[in-house]
């Protein structure tokens, strides 16, 4: 059994979370889950969304599992994600986002990975006014983190046997904080001579997934682009309801479903568990228990293709039960 | 009376394209007078300065001008013309229409919207330096003032382009400062238009609502990073660059801009799409007041397109500029 941080988080968290484990649990994840708050009952419970003891128990396990978590918006805290990413020095956002049967969206074949780098760029959160209507935002980027985020990539794409990197960037407005990432990303790949490589500027990028998405695979980029594009690429094949997503670093590793936390429909029995799970899978993957990841990857493929029990967010009649239910029926196949 | 409108020829492909152009508004029985000026990386390799006094003179009398896209420098390519020449001539807002065009393979039909693009600031002034060795910083610089005189310029277009709704596209939860500031400028520029919906939206779930519902959208307004990808990545949904086109607006100015890949000597004479040129050129002549010879111009271009007999190389087919421009120009009632 290897123990897992579990931090079911607010809205639809509870549920999605326990839909998880149960379909984890019977896929043969040997997971000894050690539950945790963040979010609206972590300020209930210790005052503040994301307790010492919450980071403390990530720090003990190095691996965890998040629910979506509610940072409330003019109290003062700092949004929940940023800090973990800080905290934990989660420096690496992977996003893997390939086309799922059943769902309805104009692209085909997609199959790609987003890695974006999560600890700089304009997230520092360094902003001042310098008069009274005159605001600047510092956009970091620092050769270390750089080289550090372009060798995450390089070194997945070898392990998943990608075909191909692109690294992303505006060099043409920032000639030297991206100038410096493309630097590093001639030194990086230079270490990776058996993987093709290219770069290309933010806006052909977006131009190009919107065209043919098919001409991508592992792109990485610094923080805010991260951001945008793998928002972008989730929608290209329905959402974020479906995608997985992990935070990675060298001590430790957070894997969560990057949709919200739903809280129209919290309480209800109605939520879709997929990006959750999915994330699950990634994270039982991480940790080396690749059988039970196989088998849940499969069976939400299967669930979707068979249409029955399927929560309404993804053209069904049905609700959380459902939905877990087949999920598990579909682990045996 | 005919109009005198600057013809700012960036060479390249655009020694192709201002020839079917002027041909087809003749045809058309356009009624203007060109004032030609040769600038940018052309003008420099032919030894004359590539942003000329008596170019930037003849935009700021005339008011109008038609442009293909300026080459970079020959004696460095990351001097970009293009965007020297906006700030030349204080450009400050570009505005891209994204509308299918009938004939033309795209993901989404009936996208009809527009993105509105502040030109002055953001990442864009390009003011960056080193820390220490390994430690870059970029300012990204917001004004109320440029914020407030964009979105009155975005709100006074959309009222009169008879749109209903307009979208502020931001990232204030990241950048409370900065993009606070612009929401604010926008929240209150919105209050002396209350005949137009006012709404906000995060830019990463802007671009994952583009690839999934672009439909939703009438005007999207926002700073110059997020335009730039915005207005690439909606240009990827009806097809792709050659079926978009810019308008630069300034005090008193307008830019009809052609954008347009390819360079003259890969893609050979006379071989370029005129599109990308042709686009800008019907905006002009109905900015121009001449309403007739402007739709005379659309419906030759959709009923060559519709047919689909000739096409260029870049979308399918074979036909060289001229046979382009001879085809709308029969074409016409």
């Not at chain 2, 009438?218 to 810019?246: C, F, Q, R």
């Not at chain 2, 382009?324 to 016409?332: P, V």
Request: net charge neutral.
């Amino acid at each position: 059994m290897t123990p897992v941080v579990m931090i079911p988080g607010d809205g639809i968290g509870p549920e999605v979370m326990n839909a998880t484990c149960k379909v984890v649990e019977a896929a043969g994840g040997r997971i000894d889950w050690i539950e945790a708050q963040a979010g609206i009952p972590a300020i209930e419970k210790y005052g503040e969304p994301l307790p010492d003891v919450t980071l403390d128990l990530v720090r003990k396990y190095r691996v965890a599992i998040k629910g979506p978590c509610t940072t409330p918006v003019g109290k003062g805290f700092r949004s929940i994600n940023v800090r973990l990413r800080k905290d934990l020095e989660l420096y690496a956002s992977v996003r893997p986002v390939k086309t799922l049967p059943s769902i309805k969206v104009p692209y085909t074949d997609v199959d790609l990975i987003v890695v974006r780098e999560n600890t700089e760029g304009l997230y520092a959160g360094i902003e001042h006014y310098v008069i009274p209507g005159i605001v600047e935002s510092l956009r970091l980027v620092t050769r270390n983190a750089a080289e550090r985020i372009l060798r995450y990539a390089f070194e997945m794409a070898r392990n998943l046997g990608r075909r191909k990197v692109t690294v992303v960037h505006k060099a043409d407005v920032l000639p030297l904080s991206d100038g410096m990432f493309l630097e590093a990303a001639h030194r990086v790949a230079d270490d990776y001579p058996f993987i093709e490589w290219d770069d290309q500027p933010i806006d052909r990028v977006a131009l190009g997934l919107a065209l043919d998405p098919t001409r991508y695979d592992v792109m990485v980029m610094e923080n805010l682009f991260g951001d945008v594009m793998s928002d972008l690429c989730a929608g290209l094949v329905g959402g974020l309801g479906v995608v997985p997503g992990a935070n990675i670093g060298s001590k430790y590793a957070m894997f969560e479903a990057v949709h919200g936390s739903a809280p129209d429909i919290a309480g209800k029995g109605v939520a879709n568990p997929i990006a959750l799970l999915r994330s699950a899978a990634m994270m039982l993957d991480h940790i080396g228990q690749r059988d039970p990841a196989a088998r849940i990857e499969s069976s939400v493929r299967r669930t979707l293709e068979r249409k029955t029990g399927l929560t309404r967010d993804l053209g069904g009649d049905g609700n959380t039960a459902s939905i877990t239910k087949e999920l598990i029926a579909n682990l045996q196949a | 009376m005919a109009k005198r409108v600057t013809l700012i020829q960036g060479g390249g492909v655009g020694l192709d394209l201002v020839p079917a152009i002027q041909k087809i508004l003749k045809a058309a029985d356009v009624q203007v007078e060109w004032d030609e000026h040769l600038a940018g990386g052309a003008a420099e390799a032919a030894g004359k300065p590539a942003l000329s006094k008596e170019l930037l003179a003849s935009v700021r009398t005339n008011g109008f001008a038609l442009k293909t896209k300026l080459l970079p420098s020959p004696r460095d390519e990351h001097i970009n013309y293009n965007i020297r020449l906006r700030k030349d001539l204080g450009l400050f807002a570009s505005v891209r229409p994204l509308k299918n065009l009938p004939g033309l393979k795209s993901r989404f039909q009936n996208v009809d919207l527009m993105i509105v693009r502040e030109l002055t600031e953001d990442l864009y002034a390009s003011i960056e330096h080193v820390i220490v060795d390994g430690v870059v910083q970029s300012l990204k610089v917001v004004t109320e003032a440029a914020s407030t005189r964009f979105f009155r310029f975005a709100f006074e277009l959309t009222r009169s382009a008879g749109r209903k709704m307009i979208h502020c596209v931001h990232k204030a939860n990241i950048l409370k400062l900065a993009d606070g500031l612009v929401l604010e400028a926008f929240r209150s520029v919105a209050k002396d238009f209350p005949d137009i919906q006012a709404k906000e939206i995060i830019v990463d779930n802007c671009c994952m609502q583009m690839v999934s519902k672009p439909t939703q959208f009438d005007v999207l307004a926002m700073g110059n990073l997020y335009g730039d990808i915005v207005s690439d990545l909606g240009a990827g949904l009806i097809g792709g660059i050659s079926a978009t086109h810019a308008i630069n607006h300034g005090d008193g100015i307008r830019i009809f801009d052609a954008f347009h890949g390819g360079k003259r000597e890969v893609i050979g004479e006379n071989r370029a799409n005129p599109l990308p040129v042709i686009l800008p050129a019907i905006d002009l002549v109905e900015a121009l007041g001449q309403k007739e010879q402007a739709a005379r111009i659309q419906s030759a271009l959709e009923k060559v397109l519709n047919e689909g007999k000739l096409r260029p190389d870049d979308i399918g087919g074979h036909a060289s500029t001229t046979e382009m421009a001879d085809a709308i120009i029969s074409a016409m009632d």
